[in-house]
């Protein structure tokens, strides 16, 4: 199980990596618009309070916020790692990109760590109950 979660993990980074490298080379301007900025929220959870401990995704998010913050500004990309992604958190980061990011804006949200179906393990969050996932 912690194989298939490590596999699964490396393959969604790896991906997400693919998606975000060929923005790097050009200004994030979309055609259509004036003027268009970039916001990011981040979130690596290897080490979690009661559930098993999944080695790569903190070090992953990690990477990745130092390759788009000199790019897209600290200001504009919210970093979120493991004792600091509890569920309040990563809602106050996702309310903070949705007030930032507008219709002519790239917004990204980044996560790497446990989830189920339609559900994301939070710092949190114990095996006992889906009330401690965060749900989407």
């Given at each position: 199980m912690k194989r298939a979660s490590f596999r699964i993990?490396?393959?969604?980074?790896?991906a997400?990596?693919?998606?975000?490298?060929?923005?790097?080379?050009?200004?994030?301007?979309p055609a259509y618009a004036?003027?268009?900025?970039?916001?990011?929220?981040?979130?690596?959870?290897?080490?979690?309070?009661s559930?098993?401990?999944?080695?790569g995704p903190a070090e992953g998010a990690e990477e990745l916020y130092q390759?788009?913050?000199?790019?897209?500004g600290e200001e504009h990309v919210k970093l979120l790692?493991?004792?600091?992604?509890?569920?309040?958190?990563?809602r106050e980061a996702l309310a903070?990109?949705?007030?930032?990011?507008?219709a002519n804006d790239t917004a990204l949200l980044y996560y790497s760590g446990h989830g189920d179906r339609g559900y994301l393990s939070t710092y949190t969050t114990s095996a006992a109950g889906y009330y401690s996932y965060l749900s989407f």
């Open positions: 993990s490396a393959i969604v980074f790896v997400a990596v693919l998606l975000v490298l060929p923005m790097l080379g050009r200004p994030c301007t004036e003027e268009s900025e970039c916001w990011a929220v981040i979130i690596g959870l290897s080490e979690y309070e559930l098993d401990n999944t080695p390759i788009l913050s000199p790019v897209w790692l493991d004792s600091e992604a509890t569920k309040g958190k990563i903070w990109l949705v007030d930032n990011a507008d």
